[in-house]
């Protein structure tokens, strides 16, 4: 399994910014795929996650109605849009799945792959909101 993020940078408060994960090694579309981010000195957070194979989201409070996750099975890619973006969402961003997880999305999905038992995670990518 390969998951390479992308589209991290530094933007304004208000700004828009959006997040690629280009996956491989695993049934694309028969999988839960997510997001979590971690900023210095915090726990990592859940952030999002999909379910590629019936579309059903699920968004953390702190981002629901400002970030919008979406898959593209064709291209094996999931993306973050993330919108009016806030400084305290500064953090690495990481893309993580695991292709045995028998649910859909949900907390239990950020409570599982947040516990780093099972699952893979990307490399990362920096996203700073900073005037």
């Known amino acids: 399994v390969q998951l390479v993020e992308s589209g991290g940078n530094l933007v304004q408060p208000g700004g828009s910014l959006r997040l690629s994960c280009a996956a491989s090694g695993f049934t694309f579309d028969a999988a839960v795929i997510g997001w979590f981010r971690q900023a210095p000195g915090k726990e990592r957070e859940g952030v999002s996650c999909i379910s590629t194979f019936d579309d059903n989201r699920y968004y953390a409070d702190s981002v629901k109605g400002r970030f919008t996750i979406s898959s593209d099975n064709a291209k094996n890619t999931v993306y973050l849009q993330m919108n009016r973006l806030k400084p305290e969402d500064t953090a690495v961003y990481y893309c993580?799945?695991?292709?045995?997880?028998?649910?859909?999305?949900?907390?239990?999905?950020?409570?599982?792959?947040?516990?780093?038992?099972?699952?893979?995670w990307g490399q990362g990518t920096q996203v700073t909101v900073s005037s």
């Open positions: 993580v799945v695991d292709p045995l997880y028998p649910g859909s999305v949900g907390s239990t999905w950020f409570e599982t792959l947040g516990a780093g038992v099972s699952g893979y």
